[in-house]
């Protein structure tokens, strides 16, 4: 890229920031090429590809009015653009060890079935023993799967309500198991 060119992209950046809608649409078409060819140079001709580079205009655009115009244009660019790739690469690496690769992907709990059984049991004595409103409210969004929406409305309580009692109960249950096992 000459200078000329790195230029024009910060001149357009800067036009763009004070709010010119063509100079912002010529800015992200030619930084979408720049864009593309800087993944593709990394990592190849992948299925992905153009999913980082919306995922890098995207970032552009949230980021749009951090642009320095007394610094360079595209180091800044690709600093986005580094950054795309990187948690798509995370992605990916994920993906490829949990489809791929079984013996490289996480174990499975192999907890012994007496001690799930009994982890059941204290959580339900543990339920069992919290207050109505409470008890309720888990019982509604854990057991029968409730939006905290739905809750709300068939306990006539706020959502926030809802919440609130959760996040309590919860911490109830916490306590109540982890004593229950220290015993």
Do not use: C
């Not at 009994?118 to 799967?145: C, F, G, H, M, T």
Request: aromatic share 4%; hydrophobic share 40%; proline share 4%.
């Amino acid at each position: 890229m000459t200078g000329e060119e790195e230029g024009e992209l910060g001149r357009l950046m800067v036009d763009a920031q004070n709010g010119d809608r063509l100079a912002y649409e010529r800015l992200l078409r030619q930084v979408a090429v720049l864009a593309q060819s800087f993944v593709r140079r990394r990592v190849g001709e992948v299925s992905w590809l153009e999913d980082v580079v919306q995922d890098a205009l995207v970032a552009l655009h949230r980021a749009r009015h951090t642009y320095d115009p007394t610094r360079p244009f595209v180091p800044w660019l690709y600093a986005i653009v580094q950054n795309r790739l990187v948690d798509a690469l995370r992605v990916q690496r994920r993906r490829v060890l949990r489809e791929l690769d079984p013996d490289r992907a996480p174990e499975p709990s192999r907890r012994p079935i007496q001690e799930r059984d009994a982890l059941i049991s204290d959580v339900r004595r543990a339920v069992s023993l919290l207050p109505d409103n409470q008890r309720k409210v888990i019982e509604l969004l854990k057991l029968e799967e409730l939006s905290v929406r739905e809750v709300a409305a068939r306990l006539g309580m706020s959502e926030a309500n809802v919440k609130v009692t959760a996040h309590r109960g919860y911490r109830a249950l916490r306590r109540k198991i982890e004593g229950s096992r220290a015993d």
